[in-house]
Nanobody, 117 residues
């Protein structure tokens, strides 16, 4: 059973920080590109960041300089460090595992991030 479980969301004031975690089970990170997506009310789901098995990362322009994606292979976990949070970062954040060969996507259940004063 392949499973992705997100954690670390919550309520934070503008300018604050949160670290999201995506714990993977049923597979290892070597065969997948792991990403973070977010979907705010009334908006399409959008890519925030992605990390490949070799360590290469991709960040959306809107979060460059503020967010960092990383992985811990020993823990089979991917992290999204979010700094200098803005109200527009408010969204449900989803962990995603992309099967590189087939293009199939696995999704976590999502974790709510709310940035508000």
């Amino acid at each position: 059973q392949l499973q992705l479980v997100e954690s670390g969301g919550g309520l934070v004031q503008p300018g604050g920080s949160l670290r999201l975690s995506c714990a993977a089970s049923g597979f290892t990170l070597d065969y997948y590109a792991i990403g973070w997506f977010r979907q705010a009310p009334g908006k399409q789901r959008e890519l925030v960041a992605r990390i490949f098995s070799g360590g290469t990362t991709v960040l959306a322009d809107s979060v460059k300089g503020r967010f960092t994606i990383s992985r811990d292979n020993a823990k089979n976990t991917v992290y999204l460090q979010m700094n200098s949070l803005k109200p527009e970062d408010t969204s449900v954040y989803y962990c995603n595992a992309l099967v590189l060969i087939s293009g199939y996507n696995y999704w976590g259940q999502g974790t709510q991030v709310t940035v508000s004063s």
